[in-house]
């Protein structure tokens, strides 16, 4: 069954899968960290996923109708399937984006609309009136990898929050990226005894707080300044930023 990440763009659910999959899949006493550990948890829709089930979608219709198919085919294997997402919960004709049958629960990251629009408008090299345009609009989409059909529905900030907010699960999460800035420990510990309920994995203090410094901002940047990050889209633009916090509140009052 799957468990999703999901997130509108630019809201932290990097860094939560980076925390996610040292605590899940690197032994407690390990003290290097690489950034190709995000593979564990890859992003849907994808390209390689679509492929590697024998899938080459033509058309965002053929991406609509293997939604299902392929989430029923990862989750053949029996196991816990973390996946992180863009997509609104939306349905396209009578194609759901997921359903009940294929997921057990959902991580729900929420960041301030204002600072995503500024982080986005760095991320997509737009203006932050382009982006604003971007963020505020029902039709918008992401694209599925580096090919020219669209792989997934983000609509507006509100459009995403609401779809995935009133997504009738009962264990679902929301946490705020606010919250994980300002109090870690508190909320990543959140996040683990959330998954407890779920799947039952320890829960261990001292790991999550090493995960943490494993995982903290200043540590990532620097192994992407040296090695590179496999999801980053433009050279000159570091893909893991930390944001502060209220710049999208300062950048609109001044257009104001």
């Known amino acids: 069954m799957i468990i999703w990440l999901a997130s509108y763009p630019k809201s932290g659910n990097t860094w939560l899968r980076l925390f996610l999959c040292s ?5 407690s006493k390990t003290k290097s960290f690489s950034l190709d550990l995000i ?7 994808n390209k390689k996923l679509f492929a590697a089930h024998g899938i080459k979608p033509k058309n965002f219709e053929d991406v609509a109708k293997s939604w299902l198919i392929i989430q029923k085919k990862i989750n053949s294997n029996n196991k816990v399937n973390f996946l992180k997402t863009h997509h609104s919960y939306v349905t396209l004709n009578q194609y759901s984006f997921t359903n009940k049958e294929n997921t057990i629960g959902a991580i729900h990251l929420v960041r301030d609309p204002r600072d995503v629009l500024i982080s986005y408008s760095k991320h997509m090299n737009k203006t932050v009136d382009e982006t604003l345009k ?9 694209y599925l990898d580096d090919t020219n059909i669209t792989g997934d529905i983000r609509g507006s900030w509100s459009l995403h929050y609401n779809t995935w907010k009133n997504f009738n699960l009962k264990e679902k999460i929301i946490i705020r990226y606010e ?7 508190e909320n990543f ?4 005894l959330y998954l407890n309920k779920l799947i039952k994995i320890k829960i261990d203090e001292k790991k999550i707080k090493r995960c943490i410094e494993l995982t903290n901002f200043e540590n990532l940047k ?4 040296l090695n590179g990050f ?7 633009v570091p893909f893991l930023i930390l944001e502060n916090m209220n710049n999208g509140k300062t950048v609109l009052i001044k257009k104001l």
């Open 23 to 27: 605590y899940l899949f690197l032994d």
């Open 39 to 45: 593979k564990n948890i890859p992003s849907f829709p």
């Open 134 to 142: 971007l963020i505020t609009a029902n039709n918008h989409v992401g």
């Open 179 to 185: 919250d994980l800035i300002n109090k870690p420990y």
């Open 189 to 192: 510990h959140k996040i683990i």
């Open 222 to 225: 620097k192994i992407e300044n």
């Open 230 to 236: 496999v999801e980053g889209n433009n050279k000159n």
